[in-house]
């Protein structure tokens, strides 16, 4: 019986993952679990990446915490994605997917993901 009730609570969230597409994103703040990206890759909630080296001399230019740029002391850390979340300033502009991480501290670092993947940003464990 404790099967059966488990596998009811369990099957909604088993079947029904959001998939967030690159240029398809319409809800603001929403999050995704699973995330296609420009180049057509799929990334998943748990796959793992490593911070590269800043763009913008100590710091990251893609990659914030708490609305600050994170500084270079991450670099060559390893995180593993937790979620997505498509984000804009205002209704009128483009959303942006956002790949989210733990942080150092309280607060989750964001991760402008396709603009930190061109640039070196992040990189993708193999």
């Not at 967030?20 to 799929?42: A, C, F, I, M, P």
């Not at 979620?83 to 942080?103: E, I, P, T, V």
Request: positive net charge; contains cysteine; aromatic residues 14%.
């Amino acid at each position: 019986m404790t099967k059966a009730i488990l596998f009811l609570l369990l099957f909604p969230t088993l079947t029904f993952a959001q998939i967030g597409e690159y240029n398809n994103l319409h809800q603001n703040r929403k999050t995704y679990s699973v995330y296609v990206s420009k180049s057509g890759d799929t990334i998943k909630k748990g796959d793992s990446y490593i911070f590269g080296l800043p763009t913008n001399g100590n710091q990251y230019v893609w990659i914030t915490q708490g609305n600050a740029p994170c500084f270079s002391h991450i670099s060559g850390d390893t995180f593993q994605i937790k979620d997505f979340l498509a984000w804009s300033r205002n209704k009128n502009s483009s959303k942006k997917m956002y790949a989210r991480c733990k942080g150092y501290g309280l607060v989750k670092i964001d991760i402008d993901f396709e603009n930190a993947l061109k640039s070196g940003e992040i990189e993708l464990i193999e």
